[in-house]
């Protein structure tokens, strides 16, 4: 099954430890490039993050964030550290004494100092461990919705393909038709020329434009393209690299079978087929 790489998951839990919720975003990139937003307290979680995620994520630009609320009950008490409050105003007064003028600092003044508060370590082992369930949840939800896009594209990939196979069938069709009026565009103009009409020239001349006009080729490589886009939308792996290189090759014959047209009609096939290509080549863009 197929999968599209633009897809999003949003998970939260609550429990006595506060609340936890991930959000997970992912959209096309050309390998897997993930981006973590995690709380301070929960840094560590780095590395299990990227591990998880590159376990069942191939490729995709994955915008990948935690937020913490921590129950009021889990908050760290704070406390003053009175050890160093102390020689904080046993220093103020020395230089009081230095100045020539008493120095009375504010309680506020002294809170904002660095190292007065300190907070009483919280257990985090909970924590980490119910994020990281959540966060394989998560993943769960982002696959699903992955594989009900890809579910969609696939749809509409198959359909281009239908189409495809139809304007090939309707340029081969009309082959046979572009020839002939060939021969007798040709013919028409050797008797304005008022030339001598030498059979076995007139069939050398048609000949020679015959090859050059011939798209046999094409055709076949058209129909072959196609036939190997359904195969590849059968199969059970990342399928997108794979599919762009034969949008490529896709592009390349229908751009030789304009080129190539003698016919208002084959190249305005040409023209529907660019379309339908290109329509197929922007949603291939977003499968896995």
Known sequence: MIKSMTAFARETRSGDF??????????????LEPHLRLPEELRALDVAVRTRLSARLQRGKVDCGLRY?????AVGTLHINRPFVEQLLAAGQEIGVLIGRGVEPSPFELLRWPGVIQEQERDLDRVTTVALELLEVAIDTLLATREREGVRLETLLRDRCDRLQESVARVRARLPDVLGGV?????????????????ARLEQEIAILAAKLDVDEEM???EAHV????????????????????MQELNREANTLGSKSADVAVTREAVEMKVLIEQMREQVQNLE
């Open 18 to 31: 506060g609340e936890l919720t991930w959000e997970l975003r992912t959209v096309n990139h050309r390998y």
């Open 69 to 73: 609320v921590p129950a009021l009950g």
């Open 183 to 199: 021969r007798q565009r040709l013919h028409d103009r050797l008797i304005e020329l008022r030339a001598e009409l030498d059979p």
């Open 220 to 222: 076949d490589r058209l």
């Open 227 to 246: 036939a190997e886009v359904r195969d590849v939308l059968t199969r059970d792996e990342p399928v997108g690299r794979r599919l762009d290189f034969l």
